[in-house]
């Protein structure tokens, strides 16, 4: 693969993880919703006559719901990973571009090939630019998959422990 493909290889693989990036932010709210329900849940638990329960149905009404906080609280470890996560990098402004630009006009000022000195500068420094910044998305987002993963699946392992306790208060008023 010579230089002008691999330049136009790490373009494209900057902007597929800019829009993979705004495809893990957009699948977010789901667990959020999710984590704001899983809270009034645990509140109507808390209000459930759980006072009346026997010794042995107590204890396991109280495991049920601190297991499912557990497991809660850490879904929201990884719910906070994956939306604030590691901080990404973006090519320069094109403000920057054109000063950068600008410096190297000086530089090469008495340069008979200045502006080919100039337009292989740039593009070098693109090369580059393109390089580290879509190889640190790429980590980044991988991240922030793998921790939306471990969001999702402790999620739904604190609802479904959080049905236990729910169904030892509805034994009761049987």
């Given at each position: 693969?010579?230089?002008?493909?691999?330049?136009?290889?790490?373009?494209?693989?900057?902007?597929?993880?800019?829009?993979?990036?705004?495809?893990?932010?957009?699948?977010?709210?789901?667990?959020?919703?999710?984590?704001?329900?899983?809270?009034?849940?645990?509140?109507?638990?808390?209000?459930?006559?759980?006072?009346s329960l026997t010794t042995g149905l107590r204890i396991w009404f109280w495991v049920g719901f601190f297991v499912s906080a557990v497991t809660l609280v850490t879904a929201i470890g990884f719910l906070i990973d994956?939306?604030?996560?590691?901080?990404?990098?973006?090519?320069?402004?094109?403000?920057?571009?054109?000063?950068?630009?600008?410096?190297?006009?000086?530089?090469?000022?008495?340069?008979?090939?200045?502006?080919?000195?100039?337009?292989?500068?740039?593009?070098?420094?693109?090369?580059?630019?393109?390089?580290?910044?879509?190889?640190?998305?790429?980590?980044?987002?991988?991240?922030?998959?793998?921790?939306?993963?471990?969001?999702?699946?402790?999620?739904?392992?604190?609802?479904?422990?959080?049905?236990?306790?729910?169904?030892?208060?509805?034994?009761?008023?049987?």
């Amino acid at each position: 693969m010579n230089r002008a493909a691999l330049f136009a290889h790490y373009e494209k693989v900057y902007f597929h993880e800019i829009s993979r990036k705004e495809q893990i932010f957009a699948r977010l709210n789901i667990p959020l919703a999710i984590v704001v329900s899983l809270a009034g849940f645990y509140a109507l638990l808390l209000n459930g006559d759980h006072k009346s329960l026997t010794t042995g149905l107590r204890i396991w009404f109280w495991v049920g719901f601190f297991v499912s906080a557990v497991t809660l609280v850490t879904a929201i470890g990884f719910l906070i990973d994956a939306l604030v996560g590691r901080m990404d990098q973006a090519i320069p402004t094109p403000n920057d571009t054109e000063e950068f630009r600008r410096t190297l006009e000086e530089y090469f000022s008495g340069d008979p090939d200045a502006e080919e000195s100039i337009a292989s500068q740039v593009e070098s420094a693109y090369y580059g630019y393109y390089m580290y910044c879509g190889s640190l998305l790429t980590i980044n987002n991988d991240r922030k998959a793998s921790s939306f993963y471990y969001c999702v699946v402790l999620l739904i392992t604190a609802t479904a422990v959080a049905l236990a306790p729910y169904a030892i208060l509805m034994h009761t008023k049987i």
